[in-house]
């Protein structure tokens, strides 16, 4: 599976951004695709996650109710609505297939990485 992120750029505290990831390769059906972030000189973590079948999803304590996954089965893409954001929220945004949705994802349980789209978000 190839995975391309796009979408991301510079906004203010307080706006919105929505970033996406484009599946190739393969039909996504039993899959978990999922959002991890990193921050200069910090280390890779989880933001949130969509099983591809059923669409449940789960989210870090540090997006939820700002954060909002969704997927478009017939394009292979999934989209992360980011409302309300911070300047915490500043980093390079990682799509990934691997997990699932009934705990939070592990980066060691990643099957394959997309390039990153870098979110900022100015004060």
């Known amino acids: 599976v190839q995975l391309q992120a796009s979408g991301g750029g510079l906004v203010q505290a307080g706006g919105s951004l929505r970033v996406s990831c484009a599946a190739s390769?393969?039909?996504?059906?039993?899959?978990?695709l999922c959002w991890f972030r990193q921050a200069p000189g910090k280390e890779r973590v989880f933001v949130a996650a969509?099983?591809?079948?059923?669409?449940?999803?789960i989210y870090a304590d540090s997006v939820k109710g700002r954060f909002t996954l969704s997927r478009d089965n017939a394009k292979n893409t999934m989209y992360l609505q980011m409302n309300n954001l911070k300047p915490e929220d500043t980093a390079v945004y990682y799509c990934a297939v691997g997990g699932n949705t009934r705990v939070v994802v592990n980066a060691k349980q990643i099957h394959y990485w997309g390039q990153g789209t870098l979110v900022t978000v100015s004060s």
């Open positions: 390769g393969r039909t996504l059906s039993r899959d978990t």
């Open positions: 969509i099983n591809w079948s059923r669409g449940n999803t």
